[in-house]
């Protein structure tokens, strides 16, 4: 077979644009510099720690690791400015930055990987690049819960309907709805906090997976690196991404928080709603319909969950196989975690400016807390408490009052006082109080409650924990 014949074979089997040889597919499956790129400083600061700790028990000389840190400051300044060369030819950060050392300094580049192996060195670069996501995030968290506590301290008593089912259910107040997200976001913090400190364990040091005869000092490297020491286990220290899949994780739980009251945010500016409005720059108009205002910002963060998600599931599926210790597919790790960082960073932002910046409609909420007999259980309450009727009976004397009012086109508090006596002839008229929204909010005082004064003091409380 000539070698025309055995290069169209070869381009029949590779296909597309792989057309030289079997080896330019290999390369570009192989090749992770696109993207594993975004490692590059904390690449450089472990090769800093570590050849510091090399000099430091005499593996290398101090004139080896004088070089080798001059030549890395050079490499990060040029990555800086923008005018590093990245090789694919060369894989990946680690070989990209090293092979620019050897340029720089020469033989001494090469004393740097003693010790070491890209297999911690890989493991250390993420969990430095996830902690660094993690301090992000945790910062990003409290900015949206101090918008949200400012937000629902001054609405505190700003009535609005509670829902279950979307159906009208109970009054309470937008302060009160708006704390129940801080609740979901101080839980997401906790847990952002938490993962960060289990993270924080340096797995430099544990080689290919089984150690060096080296006598590294893996304790100095750790605190070089702000880890509060080093890993334990250098099979598990390589083989790990635990780290990864614990801030998805973490974060597909607070993408969902996220949608929640992106999907609120979306039903209330509906003309139907009209609770809120949002300024222009969270908005957009269409292409066809004048009158339109859609808020497209709130429904990418409610759609950018999925993407979260499913970040989450296929760093799951690359990882649920894999023997002991380190195999090529964990490859897979860096792009979806890079994004679901990303995402989760982006989705944060925007909803810290929504809240900043939407308006309640004070007037539209509070004819809405009024429908559809919201205070009706305030009505079987003041039964219970005023005439000391058991509940259930309450419950059943409110139902037929219910059945009066939409009978007459009516609400509950516009019943006339003979109606009311038909289903109970105790009532007085005292049980006109308790039938407006306001004093159905201010009642529920009840240690959580939706009561103006709980509110504030809720807000009090997560102001001092944050």
């Not at 960082?341 to 939407?358: N, P």
């Not at 205070?375 to 058991?390: G, H, S, Y």
Request: net charge negative; aromatic share 6%.
């Amino acid at each position: 077979m000539s070698d025309d014949t055995q290069k169209a074979v070869a381009n029949a089997m590779w296909g597309g644009r792989f057309s030289q040889s079997p080896a330019a597919l290999m390369e570009a499956i192989n090749a992770s510099i696109d993207f594993d790129k975004r490692l590059a400083m904390q690449d450089i600061e472990g090769s800093l720690a570590h050849s510091a700790m090399l000099c430091e028990t005499g593996i290398i000389s101090t004139a080896d690791r004088d070089v080798i840190h001059a030549g890395l400051k050079q490499v990060r300044g040029e990555i800086e400015n923008g005018t590093f060369e990245f090789k694919k030819s060369l894989e990946d950060i680690h070989m990209n930055i090293e092979g620019r050392l050897r340029e720089i300094v020469g033989e001494a580049a090469g004393r740097l990987h003693t010790a070491r192996s890209r297999n911690d060195q890989v493991a250390l670069d993420v969990r430095l690049w996830i902690r660094d996501a993690h301090d992000r995030t945790i910062a990003q968290v409290e900015n949206l819960m101090r918008a949200l506590l400012d937000k629902a301290e001054k609405h505190s008593a700003t009535v609005m309907p509670g829902f279950t089912h979307l159906q009208s259910a109970q009054p309470v107040t937008f302060g009160h709805h708006l704390m129940a997200y801080v609740e979901m976001f101080g839980r997401d913090l906790s847990r952002l906090r938490d993962s960060r400190v289990r993270l924080n364990e340096c797995p430099l040091g544990a080689c290919a997976l089984a150690g060096t005869s080296f006598p590294i000092n893996r304790h100095m490297t750790a605190k070089a690196l702000g880890f509060d020491g080093p890993t334990r286990n250098s099979l598990d220290s390589v083989a790990d991404r635990d780290a990864l899949l614990e801030f998805m994780s973490l974060g597909a739980i607070c993408s969902m928080h996220l949608s929640r009251l992106a999907e609120e945010i979306t039903i209330w500016m509906t003309p139907q709603f009209s609770f809120i409005r949002l300024p222009d720059r969270w908005t957009t108009g269409s292409s066809i319909m004048p009158q339109k205002r859609n808020p497209d910002a709130a429904e990418l963060v409610r759609g950018k969950t999925g993407r979260m998600i499913g970040s989450l599931v296929s760093l799951f599926t690359v990882m649920k196989g894999l023997p002991l210790t380190y195999s090529k597919d964990m490859q897979e790790d860096k792009e979806r975690v890079f994004d679901a960082a990303d995402t989760l960073e982006i989705v944060l932002a925007a909803m810290s400016g929504m809240i900043l910046d939407l308006e309640p409609v004070p007037e539209k909420m509070a004819a809405a807390a009024g429908a559809g007999f919201a205070t009706a259980t305030d009505l079987a309450d003041w039964l219970v408490r005023e005439l000391n009727i058991p509940f259930r009976d309450a419950h059943h004397i409110t139902g037929h009052l219910v059945a009066a009012a939409e009978k007459a086109g009516c609400d509950l508090s516009e019943l006339p006082i003979e109606t009311m006596k038909e289903a109970e002839s105790r009532i007085t008229d005292k049980v006109y109080d308790v039938l407006g929204v306001d004093a159905s909010v201010g009642s529920r005082i009840s240690f959580g409650g939706t009561s103006p004064k709980r509110v504030v003091e809720q807000v009090a409380f997560w102001r001092g924990r944050l």
